[in-house]
């Protein structure tokens, strides 16, 4: 008798224990969960398929594109921007500030993805901000398109700023050529959208 109450305390109580050690861990999930940041949910899924899916993306202002990411920095993220059908089989490079998306549209799978701890080790682009990657857009000469809140312009990024830039504005598929030049520009990160190589 005294056997069977010994083992059935002692079965109580290994139940008891393991209800507070699931409870303890799921409490520590919800803790991790709401410390993630939007990025860090992107960082995850872009991570995983890194294999060439691209993502649907909302920008605010009411734009939804089709991007395929390739690299994640501080405050952006950059890809092959996915055409449109009529220019099938095309894409282009672009960078889009993380404060210009509005939301993400995710299948359930990606969603489940998204939820995933972060990767310990972070590559330098991680740290780079998105004044430097237009610092580099502007030392490359590269002709681009900035879609703003009101209208997408076309020119040359002249200078770059703590928190604008300068654009020089001509046609797309001309050079930057001081006589192209129909006007200069000056704004500030907080309206851009999407910047597109073209």
């Given at each position: 008798r005294w056997d069977n109450l010994f083992d059935d305390l002692e079965g109580q109580l290994e139940h008891e224990l393991a209800l507070e050690e699931a409870d303890l861990r799921a409490e520590e999930e919800r803790m991790r969960i709401g410390r993630q940041t939007m990025r860090d949910?992107?960082?995850?899924?872009?991570?995983?398929?890194?294999?060439?899916?691209p993502l649907t993306i909302a920008l605010c202002?009411?734009?939804?594109?089709?991007?395929?990411?390739?690299?994640?920095?501080?405050?952006w993220v950059a890809g092959e921007l996915v055409q449109e059908a009529a220019l099938a089989g095309r894409t282009r490079q672009c960078v889009i500030p993380t404060a210009a998306i509005a939301y993400l549209a995710l299948e359930r799978s990606a969603l489940t993805l998204s939820q995933q701890a972060p990767a310990t080790q972070r590559a330098l682009s991680e740290r780079l901000?998105?004044?430097?990657?237009?610092?580099?857009?502007?030392?490359?000469?590269?002709?681009?398109?900035?879609?703003?809140?009101?209208?997408?312009?076309?020119?040359?990024?002249?200078?770059?700023?703590r928190d604008h830039f300068d654009l020089a504005v001509h046609e797309a598929?001309?050079?930057?050529?001081?006589?192209?030049?129909?006007?200069?520009?000056?704004?500030?990160?907080?309206?851009?959208?999407?910047?597109?190589?073209t």
């Open positions: 949910r992107l960082a995850a899924v872009s991570g995983t398929i890194g294999g060439g899916l202002g009411g734009d939804r594109i089709r991007v395929t990411v390739s690299t994640l920095g501080r405050d901000g998105l004044n430097f990657v237009l610092r580099d857009l502007s030392r490359r000469r590269c002709q681009v398109e900035i879609w703003q809140s009101t209208e997408r312009v076309h020119g040359t990024i002249d200078r770059v700023g598929g001309s050079a930057r050529r001081e006589h192209m030049v129909t006007s200069v520009r000056l704004i500030p990160f907080s309206d851009i959208r999407l910047v597109q190589m």
